[in-house]
Nanobody, 125 residues
Framework: QVQLVESGGGLVQAGGSLELSCAAS????????MGWFRQAPGKERDFVAA????????YYADSVKGRFTISRDNAKNTVTLQMNSLKPEDTAVYYC??????????????????WGQGTQVTVSS
């Protein structure tokens, strides 16, 4: 079972930037995709971005395309989410997740097997 630990959240003004990191340990050899999801109060946990571990191919939600960048370091077993031009509606708890199976959509949170504890991102207007 992989352990995922997120870091880098915080408070930032609208238009600012934050970088989130996710460190993975144990069970990383079975990683197919690493993803970032977010959950605002009273809302569902939504897809933000994902990256194929072997190829580096990336996927983004329309709401963050052009503003957020996901990347990975296979040697360090880390995945990073660089968030620029932040908006108040980006405020949420951000979660890192590991998908080990080829079946199912990478945009679907139910296809991810392991999750981090989350890190709060707050964007003030």
């Amino acid at each position: 079972q992989v352990q995922l630990v997120e870091s880098g959240g915080g408070l930032v003004q609208a238009g600012g930037s934050l970088e989130l990191s996710c460190a993975a340990s144990g069970g990383t050899s079975s990683t197919y995709v690493m993803g970032w999801f977010r959950q605002a109060p009273g809302k569902e946990r939504d897809f933000v971005a994902a990256i194929r571990w072997s190829t580096g191919i990336t996927y983004y939600a329309d709401s963050v395309k052009g503003r957020f960048t996901i990347s990975r370091d296979n040697a360090k077993n880390t995945v990073t989410l660089q968030m620029n031009s932040l908006k108040p509606e980006d405020t949420a708890v951000y979660y890192c997740a590991q998908k080990t199976t080829y079946g199912g959509s990478k945009y679907d949170r139910t296809t991810y097997a392991s999750w981090g504890q989350g890190t709060q991102v707050t964007v003030s207007s």
